[in-house]
């Protein structure tokens, strides 16, 4: 503290420095312009102030250490300051002490001293300077005159004048003015840039005048305006970043409002919209833009602002604003539930609300026709047990399937028909077969027939296959030639009792009464055999591809209808109307369509068969063996070709004759099916697909006389495209006359 004060007092006692520094004496060192001390090696000595003046750009306001060392190293003087907002620096660091004031604490000696000085965290200065200790001498000293003009408040030797001097003064002279200076509190500042000395301007607030002559001093002004917002801002201006609410700005000054977010309070912000401001005036400016309230959800939510759809946690809206939040979040064929308290409200304050999710949801899709009908079922639950198309048509599930994820469901539903008889609706699936009934009393059906009218008009005892809605009503009318017939024979039969009676009338007044012989035992009437039970039964080995055509014979003992085909360990029921059998062997052909799974060499079809005659059905369980590719559909049933026999008589050999059943099927892998009928017996010599160009791999190929199901094998087809068809180029070879058979077959792609 005693060297503190002692300095203090040497401040204000001691002379000015003896030597002149002229006020243009500058000199650059790491980027700071230096006024004080000059350079180099500025000779101090006992009671000079030792003064550091200097400007460092880019650095305002910045921390500024100060350390001054002897020649011995020793710190004899550290202090730390700021610069101003210009990075400008003026302080009198010290006065240098006479010889007599020598102290060893206090570290001065003769010699060459540096001046230390560190800006902010960067910047650094070394300054050398020389101290030469002398013992006071009387001083000479020499006058000067300063003329001041200036419009702001300023100090000569510490004297604050508010007012333009023309004065002499005692060398030297220290001249300094302030930073700034508020003309208008609060609005309109001046602030000092420079000094202007006899018409030359340098950019220190400070000047230090040692020289005898007439010097005229003026500050270099610039007029700033405070321009303010109402809330903290970052801005840009003259490319320099800065933030605040308020700014003392150059007149003039073009003012870059960045868009930005300011937060006023816990869930309150403001949204600044960009904009130029000028500081044309003082004042305050009123920022573009909008305040919003903070919507917080614990849980993401989809909900619908201003007409705008989006999933968000957080949200900030305009107070006022109505907000719905959406009842699902969906992601592609996925969604999941959301309940929130209140699902639409209007924004009054910051909100946080709370999120519930309920089980997910999977999208269904189930077609028919040219339709897709779509749903959302959770997760875990069963597929609908009916989709009704319309008041007559509607899909029927075929086994119960939870659902697990998204899933086409069209395998496994089947087509159902409303049949509606007397006003009683049941369904049926398409290709079903409907039985209209008669009376059970024979009697009743003989004299009062029932008959039908709708889509079938005619006697009861009737079967209708369903393939669309049916509509039947039923009524019985009296059959009058029945009831004639009945008549005439009540009439015979009166006609015949009369007349025996009348005949033993006779006989009793002819002759005594005999006593009748006893009457010949009647004859027992033969019971009529009964009907014996519909029996059916595989006649040969049968086969299905894996493209689902099935090819099978089944023996019947009496008239019957086979009205459906399933496999048994997938469910796939075939596409087919009811097939007609005859006692005996029958020769079946369905299409079950691609089978759903692998399963091994052989599969069971349960075949469902109705007697014509007594309605009674039974179920006939068929194994099917699985046909490979290397094994062709149109191979497996046939029988190896043998040659021509020669005939003891001349015959014309019959001319070949292949014709195609209806079109083919053709899949992506180059897997054709054709369904070909022959009169004879021949061989598919080659079969190009038009289309490729490519040939089977699997030929030649045996055909039987009589209908065959083939399969061909030609790849991948590039350009697949499903229910388009195709052209399949046969050629078959008659091996009897060696005739060739050029034909083309339509394929539809599936």
């Keep these: 503290m005693t060297r503190v004060a002692l300095l203090i007092v040497m401040l204000l006692l001691s002379a000015m420095v003896v030597l002149s520094v002229t006020t243009l004496a500058t000199f650059t060192q790491n980027g700071v312009v230096i006024y004080s001390p000059p350079y180099p090696y500025y000779t101090y000595t006992s009671g000079q102030?030792?003064?550091?003046?200097?400007?460092?750009?880019?650095?305002?306001?910045?921390?500024?250490?100060?350390?001054?060392?002897?020649?011995?190293?020793?710190?004899?003087?550290?202090?730390?300051?700021?610069?101003?907002?210009?990075?400008?620096?003026?302080?009198?660091?010290?006065?240098?002490?006479?010889?007599t004031q020598l102290a060893a604490e206090e570290g001065f000696i003769n010699g060459t001293y540096k001046i230390m000085v560190i800006i902010g965290t960067s910047a650094g200065v070394s300054i050398p300077i020389q101290i030469t200790l002398i013992p006071p001498k009387p001083q000479q000293t020499f006058s000067l005159t300063v003329n001041v003009r200036s419009p702001v408040p300023y100090f000569i030797n510490g004297t604050r004048y508010s007012y333009n001097v023309s004065?002499?003064?005692?060398?030297?002279?220290?001249?300094?003015?302030?930073?700034?200076?508020?003309?208008?509190?609060?609005?309109?500042?001046?602030?000092?840039?420079?000094?202007?000395?006899?018409?030359?301007?340098?950019?220190?607030?400070?000047?230090?005048?040692?020289?005898?002559?007439?010097?005229?001093?003026?500050?270099?002004?610039l007029t700033l305006y405070n321009v303010s917002f109402q809330y903290p801002v970052k801005v840009n201006v003259n490319g320099k970043n800065m933030t605040g609410s308020w700014f003392w700005l150059p007149a003039g000054t073009s003012v870059l409002v960045y868009p930005q977010t300011i937060s006023i309070s816990p869930g309150v912000v403001f949204f600044v919209q960009g904009?130029?401001?000028?500081?044309?005036?003082?004042?305050?400016?009123?920022?573009?833009?909008?305040?919003?309230?903070?919507?917080?959800?614990?849980?993401?939510?989809?909900?619908?602002?201003?007409?705008?759809?989006?999933?968000?946690?957080?949200?900030?809206?305009?107070?006022?604003?109505?907000?719905?939040?959406?009842?699902?979040?969906?992601?592609?064929?996925?969604?999941?539930?959301?309940?929130?308290?209140?699902?639409?409200?209007?924004?009054?304050?910051?909100?946080?609300?709370?999120?519930?999710?309920?089980?997910?949801?999977?999208l269904v899709k189930v077609s028919y026709g040219t339709t897709t009908y779509t749903f959302w079922i959770p997760k875990g639950n069963t597929l609908p047990s009916v989709i009704q198309i319309n008041n007559f048509t509607r899909l029927a599930l075929t086994q119960n399937v939870s659902v697990v994820g998204p899933m086409d469901a069209s395998s496994y539903y089947q087509l159902q028909y409303a049949v509606v008889i007397d006003g009683n609706t049941t369904w049926a699936p398409v290709g079903s077969v409907v039985y209209l009934p008669e009376s059970s009393n024979p009697v009743i059906a003989f004299f009062t027939p029932t008959y039908y009218k709708g889509n079938y008009t005619g006697l009861g005892n009737a079967y209708l296959t369903v393939y669309g809605p049916l509509y039947e009503t039923s009524y019985t009318s009296l059959d009058i030639w029945h009831v004639l017939l009945l008549v005439l024979a009540v009439i015979?039969?009166?006609?015949?009792?009369?007349?025996?009676?009348?005949?033993?009338?006779?006989?009793?007044?002819?002759?005594?009464?005999?006593?009748?012989?006893?009457?010949?035992?009647?004859?027992?009437?033969?019971?009529?055999?009964?009907?014996?039970?519909?029996?059916?039964?595989?006649?040969?080995?049968?086969?299905?591809?894996?493209?689902?055509?099935?090819?099978?014979?089944?023996?019947?003992?009496?008239?019957?209808?086979?009205?459906?085909?399933?496999?048994?360990?997938?469910?796939?029921?075939?596409?087919?109307?009811?097939?007609?059998?005859?006692?005996?062997?029958?020769?079946?052909?369905?299409?079950?369509?691609?089978?759903?799974?692998?399963?091994?060499?052989?599969?069971?079809?349960?075949?469902?068969?109705?007697?014509?005659?007594?309605?009674?059905?039974?179920?006939?369980?068929?194994?099917?063996?699985?046909?490979?590719?290397?094994?062709?559909?149109g191979q497996a049933p046939t029988v190896p070709l043998q040659p021509a026999q020669e005939s003891t008589q001349t015959r014309q050999p019959v001319k070949l004759s292949v014709q195609p059943v209806g079109d083919g099927t053709l899949t992506q892998q180059g897997i054709a099916t054709l369904n070909l009928e022959s009169n004879k017996d021949a061989v598919i010599v080659s079969a190009t697909l038009a289309h490729t160009g490519t040939t089977a791999v699997n030929t030649p190929l045996r055909l039987a006389k009589g209908r065959n199901v083939v399969a061909l094998q030609f790849g991948p087809v590039q350009g697949f495209i499903r229910y388009i068809k195709y052209d399949v180029a046969l050629r078959v070879q008659d091996p009897e006359t060696n005739e060739v058979l050029d034909l083309l077959v339509k394929v539809v792609g599936s």
Aim: charged fraction near 10%; avoid cysteine.
């Design 167 to 221: 004065q002499t003064f005692t060398a030297p002279v220290n001249v300094s003015f302030p930073g700034n200076y508020t003309l208008i509190k609060g609005e309109v500042m001046l602030e000092v840039k420079g000094v202007d000395v006899n018409g030359v301007t340098q950019p220190s607030r400070y000047v230090f005048l040692s020289s005898s002559g007439v010097y005229t001093v003026s500050p270099v002004t």
């Design 275 to 362: 904009q130029t401001v000028t500081a044309s005036k003082p004042g305050a400016v009123q920022l573009k833009g909008y305040t919003a309230y903070m919507l917080s959800f614990s849980q993401p939510v989809n909900v619908t602002v201003n007409g705008k759809t989006e999933v968000v946690s957080t949200l900030y809206v305009q107070p006022g604003t109505t907000v719905t939040v959406n009842p699902y979040i969906y992601s592609g064929s996925e969604r999941t539930p959301v309940k929130v308290q209140n699902m639409s409200f209007t924004v009054e304050r910051p909100l946080n609300l709370s999120v519930s999710y309920g089980q997910p949801e999977y």
């Design 492 to 633: 015979v039969v009166v006609l015949l009792v009369l007349l025996l009676r009348k005949k033993s009338t006779y006989a009793q007044v002819a002759q005594a009464p005999l006593t009748p012989p006893p009457a010949p035992p009647a004859s027992p009437t033969s019971p009529a055999p009964p009907t014996p039970p519909l029996q059916a039964s595989l006649a040969s080995p049968g086969y299905i591809t894996p493209e689902g055509r099935a090819v099978l014979e089944i023996s019947v003992n009496r008239p019957a209808f086979l009205t459906s085909a399933v496999v048994k360990d997938t469910g796939q029921r075939a596409n087919m109307q009811p097939i007609s059998l005859n006692p005996g062997t029958n020769r079946i052909e369905i299409d079950f369509g691609p089978l759903r799974q692998t399963l091994g060499n052989t599969v069971e079809v349960v075949f469902k068969l109705v007697d014509k005659e007594t309605k009674d059905v039974i179920d006939l369980v068929v194994p099917l063996q699985v046909m490979s590719l290397a094994k062709s559909v």
């Design 49 to 99: 102030q030792v003064v550091l003046n200097f400007t460092a750009k880019g650095y305002p306001n910045a921390l500024v250490t100060i350390i001054v060392y002897n020649p011995n190293d020793q710190v004899v003087y550290q202090n730390a300051f700021q610069t101003d907002s210009h990075g400008n620096f003026y302080q009198v660091l010290f006065v240098v002490p006479n010889a």
